[in-house]
């Protein structure tokens, strides 16, 4: 027996949509609170020290939390080809703009705290907010295209066509789902800072956090009614699937209809799961911003995060990249995957260097620990951001 037939094809398929997810959720939670907290800086902080309080509580670890973006494209690269393929040249100009803006984020890091000129440091600070608020807005932008559907269509030869524009990207819908995760990264920053800052800083961020939870609460509420009365359609297979099949998008047929993306809560109730944490812990990460219980707050927070994320890749499955104007040329678990053998290789290579990734992260995390403030910075005056 060859070692890759060990799991069944379909299997591996469902595992590596499963991993893509966990990978896409833990940069969702990780640097995530570190987009919030850049997107809030110019809100909780009004002085230099204040920002360097804020700017600190992630310095120590934002590098570490990019990798899980770096996995994700790599997984998406390697299990998913033809994703990869048609959501990097169809959203070309946009992941340009998410790229260039986190490229502004390492460098603002870097280079603020090189010279004490106030409008030097100022100017790096926006840089620092750009490149937050940005990538949290089109990521979000892009969750809800796929919703949507891509306008792309695929020839015998599996040739891709994309008939979209840039500004096409930024439909009414498409801009909630972007509120969305700004709102959401923003509450998680801000229960981020309610933990780890000290003095004013960690007030306003409970108070910007509050009010992103509201909202969060809002859109996510909004979002789930649009779907559910089918104001956005869904996407249905119509043909039998076979799960083991090579990746071949046509050799199936699929159709669009109103409030499909809810089919799969019907058929597995136990989904509910994902919308239900969604809602409870945004209630409980406002709770705790209220009521100043720290680790319970950003725990909540966590969740709430997680919640929002799952309810769209459980609403969606098997479809990974739907096709509106060309439905059966839609992407989906079955028939957009690599070979048996690379997932089998891939899922090897996961099982021994993922585990290492995330002993590594925790001691970072462990050793890094504690609460940023005014002494601390003054302190550390040399080291610290």
Same mark, same amino acid.
């Given at each position: 027996?060859?070692?890759? *037939?060990?799991?069944?094809?379909?299997?591996?398929?469902?595992?590596?949509?499963?991993?893509?997810?966990?990978?896409?959720?833990?940069?969702?939670?990780?640097?995530?609170? &570190?987009?919030?907290?850049?997107?809030?800086?110019?809100?909780?902080? *009004?002085?230099?020290?204040?920002? =360097?309080?804020?700017?600190?509580?992630?310095?120590?670890?934002?590098?570490?939390?990019?990798?899980?973006?770096?996995?994700?494209?790599?997984?998406?690269?390697?299990?998913?080809?033809?994703?990869?393929?048609?959501?990097?040249?169809?959203?070309? !100009?946009?992941?340009?703009?998410?790229?260039?803006?986190?490229?502004?984020?390492?460098?603002?890091?870097?280079?603020?705290?090189?010279?004490?000129?106030?409008?030097?440091?100022?100017?790096?600070?926006?840089?620092?907010?750009?490149? @937050?608020?940005?990538?949290?807005?089109?990521?979000?932008?892009?969750?809800?295209?796929? !919703?949507?559907?891509?306008?792309? @269509?695929?020839?015998?030869?599996?040739?891709?066509?994309? *008939?979209?524009?840039?500004?096409?990207?930024?439909?009414?819908?498409?801009?909630?789902?972007?509120?969305?995760?700004?709102?959401?990264?923003?509450?998680?920053?801000?229960?981020?800072?309610?933990?780890?800052?000290?003095?004013?800083?960690?007030?306003?961020?409970?108070?910007?956090?509050?009010?992103?939870?509201?909202?969060?609460?809002?859109?996510?509420?909004?979002?789930?009614?649009?779907?559910?009365?089918?104001?956005?359609?869904?996407? =249905?297979?119509?043909? *039998?699937?076979?799960?083991?099949?090579?990746? %071949?998008? !046509?050799?199936?047929?699929?159709?669009?209809?109103?409030?499909?993306?809810?089919?799969?809560?019907?058929?597995?109730?136990?989904?509910?799961?994902?919308?239900?944490?969604?809602?409870?812990?945004?209630?409980?990460?406002?709770?705790?911003?209220?009521?100043?219980?720290?680790?319970?707050?950003?725990?909540?927070?966590?969740?709430?995060?997680?919640?929002?994320?799952?309810?769209?890749?459980?609403?969606?499955?098997?479809?990974?990249?739907?096709?509106?104007?060309?439905?059966?040329? @839609?992407?989906?678990?079955?028939?957009?995957?690599?070979?048996?053998?690379?997932?089998? %290789?891939?899922?090897?290579?996961?099982?021994?260097?993922?585990?290492?990734?995330?002993?590594?992260?925790?001691?970072?995390?462990?050793?890094?620990?504690?609460?940023?403030?005014?002494?601390?910075?003054?302190?550390?005056? &040399?080291?610290?951001?």
């Amino acid at each position: 027996m060859i070692l890759y *037939e060990l799991i069944d094809y379909s299997v591996l398929k469902v595992l590596w949509w499963a991993l893509l997810g966990i990978i896409l959720i833990a940069f969702a939670v990780t640097d995530g609170f &570190d987009m919030g907290v850049g997107t809030l800086l110019p809100f909780v902080a *009004e002085s230099d020290v204040e920002r =360097r309080i804020a700017i600190n509580t992630i310095g120590a670890t934002w590098e570490g939390n990019q990798v899980w973006f770096i996995l994700g494209g790599g997984a998406i690269f390697a299990a998913w080809p033809p994703l990869y393929a048609i959501s990097f040249s169809g959203f070309y !100009l946009a992941m340009f703009i998410v790229l260039a803006a986190m490229i502004l984020r390492p460098v603002a890091f870097k280079y603020r705290s090189k010279r004490p000129d106030p409008a030097w440091r100022t100017a790096w600070d926006w840089a620092l907010f750009t490149g @937050s608020f940005v990538p949290a807005l089109v990521f979000g932008v892009a969750v809800g295209n796929v !919703l949507l559907g891509v306008p792309y @269509s695929l020839d015998q030869d599996l040739r891709m066509t994309y *008939e979209g524009s840039f500004f096409g990207l930024f439909s009414p819908f498409s801009l909630l789902c972007g509120l969305l995760s700004v709102s959401m990264l923003v509450m998680h920053g801000g229960a981020w800072l309610g933990m780890r800052a000290g003095g004013v800083v960690a007030v306003r961020g409970r108070r910007c956090g509050s009010v992103a939870a509201i909202v969060s609460l809002v859109l996510f509420a909004l979002g789930g009614w649009l779907v559910a009365t089918g104001y956005v359609e869904g996407f =249905r297979i119509t043909s *039998e699937v076979d799960p083991n099949m090579q990746a %071949n998008p !046509l050799a199936k047929q699929a159709i669009v209809e109103g409030s499909a993306w809810m089919a799969n809560y019907a058929r597995h109730p136990w989904m509910m799961i994902a919308p239900a944490l969604g809602f409870l812990g945004t209630l409980g990460a406002l709770a705790g911003l209220q009521t100043r219980f720290e680790g319970l707050t950003f725990l909540c927070s966590k969740a709430a995060v997680i919640g929002i994320i799952s309810t769209v890749g459980l609403s969606m499955f098997p479809f990974i990249l739907p096709s509106s104007i060309q439905p059966e040329a @839609s992407l989906t678990v079955w028939d957009a995957s690599s070979s048996h053998a690379t997932l089998f %290789n891939m899922l090897v290579a996961t099982a021994i260097f993922l585990p290492l990734i995330l002993i590594y992260t925790a001691w970072v995390y462990k050793v890094l620990w504690g609460k940023v403030d005014e002494e601390t910075i003054e302190r550390d005056h &040399d080291t610290a951001y």
